[in-house]
């Protein structure tokens, strides 16, 4: 050993590794020779297509043509009730301005002016549920509010057709189809409202007279 100038020794410092962290264990595979099978579903059933509204059952929409109403016969229809509701309410207004008593006249416009809603309202359902269609063997016609009345006229039957037009039908550019039947309980059929170009068209669809100009 030495005196105090010799040099002490060391002990190196042991370094500790850093701790690792633990291996997560491998995940579980499934076996090479398994394989999920996923149950399959069974194709639904499709309900077959319904046919176009108004159409029959086994008839081809390309071969219906279908014709509807003039689009301002609601204005048409409109004067037609006025003439209507005055002719209703006149009497008793006139009465009732004469006699004095007011109230008679007053009653009598409140009636007229509920027919002319009333005849207003129901034109606008009536023009909602119009169905006029030329089918491959005939005319098929639906119309009505409260009851509805289905019409079918075959092309065998048809004997001979009109258009004809009034003044505020002209006025419009609408006209009337008429239809002459034979054998049948309703002789003459009758398509008020049409447009005018529309109404020669049917008629000459009707009597095969397609492509010929309507005099």
């Avoid at 048409?76 to 009732?96: C, E, K, N, Y």
């Avoid at 359902?125 to 006029?132: E, I």
């Avoid at 057709?161 to 189809?177: F, I, K, N, S």
């Amino acid at each position: 050993r030495g005196g105090t100038g010799s040099r002490r020794r060391r002990r190196p410092t042991s370094v500790s590794a850093p701790a690792r962290a633990p291996l997560a264990a491998p995940a579980a595979t499934p076996s090479s020779g398994l394989r999920k099978i996923t149950p399959i579903s069974r194709p639904q059933k499709l309900p077959p297509a319904a046919p176009a509204a108004g159409l029959l059952p086994g008839v081809e929409s390309d071969s219906v043509r279908e014709f509807g109403l003039h689009p301002r016969v609601g204005e048409l229809w409109f004067w037609q009730w006025l003439v209507v509701a005055v002719v209703v309410s006149l009497p008793g207004v006139i009465a009732g301005l004469v006699s004095g008593r007011w109230l008679l006249a007053l009653l009598s416009i409140l009636v007229g002016t509920l027919v002319l809603r009333l005849s207003i309202q129901y034109h606008r359902r009536a023009l909602q549920r119009f169905y006029c269609a030329l089918l491959p063997d005939g005319l098929r016609i639906r119309r009505g509010v409260w009851w509805q009345v289905e019409t079918f006229v075959p092309r065998v039957r048809i004997q001979h057709t009109d258009v004809t037009q009034g003044p505020l039908a002209r006025h419009y550019g609408m006209a009337t189809l008429k239809v002459h039947t034979a054998g049948t309980q309703q002789a003459e059929i009758q398509v008020e409202g049409l447009p005018h170009a529309d109404a020669l068209a049917l008629r000459d669809l009707l009597l095969g007279r397609e492509g010929h100009d309507a005099l």
